[in-house]
């Protein structure tokens, strides 16, 4: 697995663990009723490992596609030639590597709000703030990575973070 294809698991569970936690706990941290580290790595854990089996069925699923498209301009006569070759042993490890790193990333990002939940626990908004500061920081780093337009990207992961933590607090699911 090369750099380029690593950043994308990276950012995807960085910014899903993010987002599920800004949406699953937001109102909790905003009245300043979050406390407790178990139930910090509870949710960290459960949004990790959504994320990390959402990117694996949709890489692998995505990776066997190419090979299906690639096995018919090859005209032979089924996939299963290729599936079974070292390309298709190789989608699976980049599939499985890609996993980690997004279980891993999506805990990561997950933790940090919730971290700051507990840090500042009678001033939720802080946490609040810091973590769609952070999805402000991950725009950045999609834009140097795509290379595309800083701005619109730093203001749209913090506009998405901004949307996510009103419609958790309005839904209010972990209380």
Do not use: C
């Amino acid at each position: 697995m090369n750099k380029s294809s690593i950043i994308f698991p990276l950012t995807l569970g960085l910014s899903d663990g993010i987002i599920t936690t800004l949406m699953l706990i937001s109102r909790t941290v905003i009245e300043g009723n979050f406390s407790g580290l178990g139930l910090a790595f509870r949710v960290a854990f459960g949004s990790a490992f959504v994320g990390g089996f959402s990117f694996f069925i949709a890489e692998y699923s995505r990776l066997r596609g190419e090979i299906s498209r690639s096995s018919r301009q090859l005209m032979l006569r089924s996939p299963s030639y290729l599936i079974k070759s070292k390309i298709g042993k190789d989608i699976l490890v980049e599939s499985v590597v890609g996993t980690g790193a997004s279980i891993m990333s999506g805990f990561t990002g997950a933790m940090l709000p919730l971290t700051l939940a507990i840090l500042f626990p009678s001033h939720g908004l802080i946490a609040i703030y810091l973590a769609d500061g952070a999805m402000a920081l991950l725009g950045a780093g999609i834009a140097k990575s795509v290379h595309g337009n800083y701005i619109f990207w730093i203001i749209t992961m913090f506009v998405l973070g901004i949307v996510v933590t009103v419609l958790g607090n309005f839904l209010n699911l972990v209380s």
